[in-house]
């Protein structure tokens, strides 16, 4: 806009996926949404283009509501290896699983 750029997008594509990463909007265009225009313009170029699948990704961001109802759950598994080091380990993963809890309720 005016030689700017008011929205940008950044994903990549494997097969016949698109995966959306990330985007950003210039704030002073909040009110006319130039991010959600973008997000439909890259997924209509993907339809375009004959991907079959666009996907945002993890998380569950409110945006991503407005484009699809579907949901996926994620998780994690850990395996440490028997031993004397696997209770080392056992209490570095759970120091850093506890660091993190109390980083997201700061």
């Known amino acids: ?17 698109v995966y959306f990463y990330q985007g950003g909007r210039d704030p002073r265009w909040k009110r006319e949404s130039v991010g959600l225009v ?5 997924i209509r170029r993907a339809i375009q283009q004959g ?4 996907d ?7 945006y991503k ?7 996926r759950e994620t998780g994690e598994t850990v395996i440490f290896r028997s031993g004397w080091r696997r209770l080392w380990l056992r209490a570095l993963d759970a120091a850093s699983a506890f660091r993190q809890g109390v980083s997201r309720d700061a």
Do not use: K, V
């Open 51 to 54: 991907y079959r699948t666009f």
């Open 38 to 42: 973008l997000m439909g313009m890259m």
């Open 1 to 17: 806009m005016d030689g700017q750029p008011a929205a940008a997008w950044y994903g990549f594509t494997s097969g016949d996926t």
């Open 56 to 62: 945002f990704l993890r998380g569950d961001d409110r």
């Open 65 to 71: 509501q407005h484009w699809t109802p579907a949901r």
